[in-house]
């Protein structure tokens, strides 16, 4: 099943949607599908984006119908794809292009701020544990981890990541994304405004 | 374009009086920061400070044959880790067949270390790669690496030593990869 729209925000995702389909691939099918040229995920328009001090931060909202189909051509079993994607998903970009020295992250740094409060990305860790009590397979959940935006990750120069990010409970409306990040040990913060969950499908 | 603007600054350097060419300083001045942050990122990979020992890898390809990263002693190694449902992972699989095209074996292997798919997955994505594909379906060879996101890239000189790495996609037949890759390429 591949998404019926959202295909904007899909479009970073654009990898991912050739993978999604389950179901018996013929060897020749899936070798056109190679021959084929992948879309360059960094080259996409996020929908929101900042170019902050050499730095550029991209963030796509996924439609749960996109996660749902992505977990579950994963090994996910229905109910616990379903349980992420009722989450406010997104695709996170993360790239050092000029900001003249490592950039370090750390998402449990970051913030979301709502007209109710703050809160933050559910951790890894949280969801591991959930998909251990749900019994999901060990495949499933090594590709989950590893879909997932990491919770540290160190930049050089031309080095940059996508990863997906989930917020529970949804926020209602506009919020902003309060983000932080070191370059060379030296701590900088930014806003990036007017993020808003995909609608369901 | 250019001349456009030369000749606005002249035209407002002499209502203001002052010298045309600080009027374009100054415009280069508040140009330059915005070209350099959407100017691509450098193509190349980063150097790893201290050189450390990689750490080994004894993992199966697709066909079962054992590989260990210790016997590859002596060659470059480029070890890249994968997945076939990442999508910077996916683009920069062709790189990988070129690049290893243009180094003999004894130079230059890529060892390609998928994580946590098994081989009919891997296969039916890649049925021939050029290069060796590596299944670890565990994801634990990435614990030993220090490995925090797909995909991720290391360079093993001929000594065993961690000298390159890269986060994240790139082109591996970039020129500016290949030269960094010759300089350790024993002749």
Not at chain 2, 98 to 120: H, I, S, T, W, Y
Not at chain 2, 134 to 142: E, F
Not at chain 2, 143 to 152: D, M, N, T
Request: charged share 20%; with cysteine.
């Amino acid at each position: 099943m591949l998404p019926r729209k959202g295909i904007r925000a899909g479009a970073v995702l654009a990898g991912l949607i050739c993978v999604i389909a389950p179901g018996p691939h013929s060897r020749a099918a899936r070798a056109a599908e190679q021959a084929q040229p992948v879309e360059d995920p960094a080259a996409v328009r996020p929908d929101w984006q900042t170019a902050d001090r050499g730095a550029m931060l991209g963030v796509s909202r996924l439609s749960p119908g996109q996660v749902h189909a992505f977990y579950r051509a994963r090994g996910f079993d229905s109910e616990a794809a379903a349980e992420y994607a009722a989450a406010c998903v997104f695709q996170m970009v993360l790239r050092n292009d000029a900001a003249g020295g490592t950039l370090a992250s750390r998402l449990a740094d970051w913030r979301i701020r709502t007209a109710a409060g703050t809160q933050r990305f559910v951790p890894l860790e949280a969801w591991e544990r959930e998909w251990s009590r749900r019994g999901v397979s060990e495949a499933a959940r090594i590709a989950f981890r590893w879909a997932q935006f990491p919770p540290l990750q160190d930049f050089a120069p031309g080095d940059w990541i996508m990863g997906m990010v989930a917020l529970t409970p949804r926020p209602k409306g506009k919020f902003e994304l309060d983000y932080t990040w070191s370059i060379d040990g030296i701590s900088h913060r930014g806003t990036l405004r007017g993020l808003e969950c995909a609608a369901g499908d | 374009m250019a001349s456009h603007i030369a000749a606005r600054c002249a035209a407002l350097s002499a209502r203001l009086g002052t010298d045309w060419r600080l009027c374009l300083a100054a415009l280069f001045l508040l140009i330059a920061p915005q070209a350099a942050a959407q100017s691509p990122a450098p193509r190349g990979l980063s150097t790893v400070a201290g050189a450390p020992p990689a750490p080994e890898i004894a993992l199966s390809d697709v066909d079962g044959k054992p590989v260990r990263l210790s016997e590859l002693r002596g060659r470059v190694v480029l070890v890249n880790f994968w997945a076939t449902w990442c999508p910077p992972c996916r683009k920069e699989i062709p790189s990988l067949t070129r690049l290893q095209r243009m180094f003999k074996p004894e130079q230059l292997r890529v060892l390609a270390v998928n994580v946590g798919e098994d081989e009919e997955t891997v296969f039916s994505f890649v049925p021939d790669p050029g290069f060796t594909i590596l299944l670890d379906l565990k994801s634990a060879s990435l614990r030993a690496w220090q490995v925090r996101s797909l995909p991720a890239t290391f360079v093993v000189d001929p000594e065993g030593r961690i000298v390159l790495r890269a986060v994240g996609g790139r082109e591996f037949d970039d020129p500016a990869i290949l030269a960094q890759l010759r300089e350790l390429v024993r002749p």
